[in-house]
């Protein structure tokens, strides 16, 4: 079946670095990408989405670009904050289905 | 801002009781659905409800689980018979229109088996 694969936390950074989360996928057909993200103490929040291959999806500084010749979907921003600190999760949706398959998740901590 | 409201946020329960979890959906959407994350496992789908019944349901999704809509405002997952392993985060969701729009989700209920 239809699976993702990120990568593991937690994730420790400096205000400013560059942040990469790296998240693969197996599906069959196209799927559509997200990335979601969770604040503590909040539920799920979508933060960027590509639907078809070479989309590149971005909010809020972050972006993900769809590679169907490598079927990934990695997070990147280039200048994290300390309000950035959250769980971020990769998911994928098949057409014709609601449901999203998500990865594990990955804790980010950004320190001052 | 509008947003899905879960309760409670942390439930101990003894196992073989039956437990229901609550969710207050965002008012005008569709679609709703639960999830649940094992601690250290991946965010799993379990359900989606549109129109008063089940559309879409996993292998987690067996007879010991049940969802209702009992009114015009909440949605709820029953667990009739809990197990130790039914130990997790449940998520509720909802959206406007299924696959096409974003699922918005609550904060969780964190259920503990003992």
């Known amino acids: 079946g239809d699976s993702v694969t990120q990568m593991e936390g937690p994730v420790t950074l400096s205000e400013e670095a560059f942040l990469t989360i790296n998240c693969t996928y197996t599906?069959?057909?196209?799927?559509?990408l997200f990335w979601y993200v969770q604040y503590p103490g909040e539920g799920l929040q979508l933060l960027l989405k590509?639907?078809?291959?070479?989309d590149k999806g971005s909010n809020k500084g972050f972006e993900a670009t769809y590679r169907k010749e490598t079927t990934s979907f990695h997070l990147e921003k280039g200048s994290v904050q300390v309000s950035d600190s959250a769980v971020y999760f990769c998911a994928l949706s098949q057409g014709g289905s609601e449901k999203l398959v998500f990865g594990k998740g990955t804790k980010l901590t950004v320190n001052p | 801002e509008p947003e899905v409201t879960q309760t409670p946020s942390h439930q101990v329960t003894q196992m073989g009781q039956e437990v229901i979890l609550r969710c207050v959906p965002i008012s005008n959407h569709l679609y709703f659905y639960w999830y649940r994350q094992i601690l250290g496992q991946k965010v799993e789908f379990l359900v989606s409800f549109y129109n008063n019944e089940i559309s879409e349901k996993s292998e987690i999704f067996d007879d010991q689980f049940s969802v209702e809509r009992p009114d015009g405002s909440n949605f709820t997952l029953k667990i009739r018979s809990t197990k130790l392993e039914d130990s997790a985060m449940y998520f509720c969701a909802s959206s406007l229109d299924g696959e096409y729009t974003e699922a918005f989700f609550g904060q969780g209920t964190r259920l503990t088996v003992v």
């Open positions: 599906a069959t057909g196209y799927p559509s």
């Open positions: 590509a639907t078809k291959a070479d």
